[in-house]
């Protein structure tokens, strides 16, 4: 009965596949992202991978889109620092990671991951030739996994977190154990993830955490100075929104105009740089001042509001802030908020179901590191009690940089795994 079941719900997910992407031509003519994914999936784009050398070891990592990449990325750099020669395959399913990262200078080929049918994805891996298939996250693409187990490729997957909601613990448990068990090896994020594999029988699993805290470390670190941004922010209290959307401003834009009035400065980075986004926020806020106006001779003295309208700064610009306040709990979701916290910064977020997938949301605000909230009369009692005494911003601040830095090591725990079989 197991195995006649297994089958039936293989053959569903391999439906489902012909589906999806018989939906994506459907759409594609009046849809770029669906036109985008087809088109790079086109004439066997593979084939442009080259030969693999014998005295090279090859890594084949394969991610969703830009958030698996930043996952991604740390154990990448460190693999390219180790002593013996590595090549580096870099896959992405969605156009939206693939189109901004497709130049990534520590790959030696960046593509997208085929359809997920068997005959394509043995063709693919075949080609490929990898001396390891690295997945981050939620990829489990099962024709590929079994195109890497019929091949004999150890297949390693890192930075996973599991919920007893998702769709492998439920309907399709028996199918996805089946897959789980020959996977090499598993790093996940917490405890309770590992408890999960463990009731599928899966024991080859290491609790690791996740390797985004190194990259925000790394960045953080690293972070150049803004001398437009140091030249704004002169006040005592600089606050930096960022990935912002017109729901977010629909809460805080009475909190942000009455506080600019009193020279609390703001550093609003929209989600999107779009001219018509943009523009949204220069009419909420027609006194604010745009980065890209800045110039040697414009006086900042009396403006109080700058519109980030730039791409590549966020994450450097925090480190001029008192207060973050991270955009999208609202609409689509929350954005990055161990971004900002890496300073040392009391962070601010709309409450949503959404963010229950994230953990840190929870641990910060057990922490009090960060606050949520669902309106404005809420949001001004949570920094009424932060603002009111230099002791108790000090405390949220403290525990915002040391939860950030003290998850640090992922990274170390998963390249010292990955080299080591060599």
Request: hydrophobic content about 45%; overall charge negative; glycine content about 4%.
């Amino acid at each position: 009965f197991c195995s006649s079941f297994v089958a039936e719900v293989k053959i569903l997910y391999d439906l489902s596949i012909h589906l999806y992407f018989a939906l994506l031509r459907w759409v594609s003519p009046f849809n770029e992202k669906a036109a985008a994914f087809l088109l790079g999936r086109k004439h066997f784009f593979w084939l442009g991978i080259p030969e693999k050398d014998p005295q090279t070891i090859r890594y084949w990592f394969h991610v969703a889109s830009l958030g698996e990449f930043e996952q991604c990325r740390p154990v990448i750099e460190a693999l390219k620092k180790e002593q013996f020669p590595i090549e580096i395959v870099l896959t992405f399913f969605s156009p939206s990671g693939y189109e901004v990262q497709k130049n990534y200078g520590e790959a030696d080929w960046v593509g997208y991951i085929p359809k997920d049918q068997y005959t394509l994805a043995s063709q693919f891996v075949q080609q490929i030739n990898p001396d390891q298939a690295i997945f981050v996250k939620y990829e489990f693409w099962l024709n590929h996994l079994q195109a890497c187990f019929d091949l004999q490729i150890p297949v390693v997957f890192f930075s996973v977190i599991f919920r007893t909601n998702h769709i492998y613990f439920g309907i399709a448990r028996k199918l996805y154990e089946k897959y789980f068990r020959s996977v090499t090896q598993f790093f996940v994020q917490d405890q309770k993830s590992a408890d999960l594999l463990l009731q599928l029988g899966v024991s080859q699993v290491t609790v690791a955490g996740d390797t985004r805290f190194d990259r925000v470390i790394t960045i953080a670190d690293q972070a150049k100075s803004l001398p437009l941004i140091e030249r704004f922010a002169q006040q005592d209290q600089v606050w930096v929104l960022g990935s912002v959307w017109p729901a977010d401003m629909d809460v805080l834009s009475p909190f942000i105009l009455k506080e600019a009035a009193k020279d609390t400065q703001f550093i609003l980075a929209p989600h999107s740089i779009s001219t018509d986004s943009i523009d949204y926020f220069q009419k909420r806020f027609p006194k604010a001042i745009r980065y890209s106006q800045i110039s040697d001779r414009t006086d900042l003295k009396e403006v109080s509001i700058l519109i980030l309208d730039t791409i590549g700064l966020l994450s450097a610009t925090y480190k001029y802030a008192n207060y973050a306040y991270v955009g999208g709990a609202f609409g689509a979701g929350l954005h990055n908020t161990i971004e900002a916290t890496v300073y040392g910064i009391p962070v601010f977020f709309g409450r949503s179901p959404k963010n229950l997938k994230f953990n840190e949301c929870q641990e910060l605000i057990f922490e009090g590191a960060a606050f949520d909230f669902d309106d404005l009369p809420e949001f001004m009692s949570h920094f009424e009690l932060l603002n009111s005494e230099p002791s108790n911003h000090q405390k949220a601040a403290d525990a915002a940089f040391t939860y950030t830095r003290s998850r640090q090591g992922a990274t170390a725990r998963i390249v010292n795994y990955l080299t080591k079989r060599f």
